[in-house]
């Protein structure tokens, strides 16, 4: 008879249509801890620094390295003939959630020069947000931040 503790583990997963749902169901395998009670531990050969498990070493924030900048891309709204100026700021506080001020500041920068960047956001948010503007009418487009 074993008595040692039992773990679920998600096996593998099944997918059906429910009518215009989809419904996910898991399939769990019971998968017994390894001998020695408890989950492994991390031991001297996980540890490269040398110090002992559980102590606390500080990290010298200078020679710390800085995380990459994640590649973003940049949604940008051109100047048109077509929407009002009114129009513009509210789509903005609409789509971004925006204060009135910061809307009509960004309207006014695509009234005066012809475009303003609205947003540095990742692949898929700012497509998002161009999408969302083209479907109000307005002139947007997405580029590559360098």
């Known amino acids: ?11 593998t997963f099944h997918t059906l249509a429910y009518g215009r749902h989809m419904v ?16 492994p531990r991390l031991g001297a050969a996980a540890n490269s620094s040398g110090a002992q498990p559980g ?10 390295p800085a995380p990459a900048r994640e590649p973003g891309y940049l949604v940008i709204c051109w100047n048109d ?3 009002l100026m009114v129009y513009v ?4 506080q609409t789509v971004f ?9 960004h309207m006014l920068e695509v009234h005066e020069k012809g475009r303003s960047v609205l947003v540095r956001e990742s692949l898929e948010k700012a ?7 083209q ?9 590559r931040d360098e």
């Open 97 to 105: 959630g925006w204060p009135r001020e910061k809307a009509q500041r």
């Open 1 to 11: 008879m074993r008595t040692g503790r039992h773990e679920p583990r998600l096996d």
């Open 127 to 133: 497509e998002h947000y161009v999408h969302v503007l």
């Open 89 to 92: 700021t509210h789509v903005f």
């Open 24 to 39: 996910v169901l898991a399939r769990l395998a019971v998968i017994p801890r390894p001998r020695g009670g408890g989950a």
């Open 81 to 83: 003939p077509v929407n």
């Open 55 to 64: 102590t606390v070493t500080e990290v010298d924030p200078a020679t710390k």
């Open 135 to 143: 479907q109000h009418t307005l002139h947007a487009t997405l580029e």
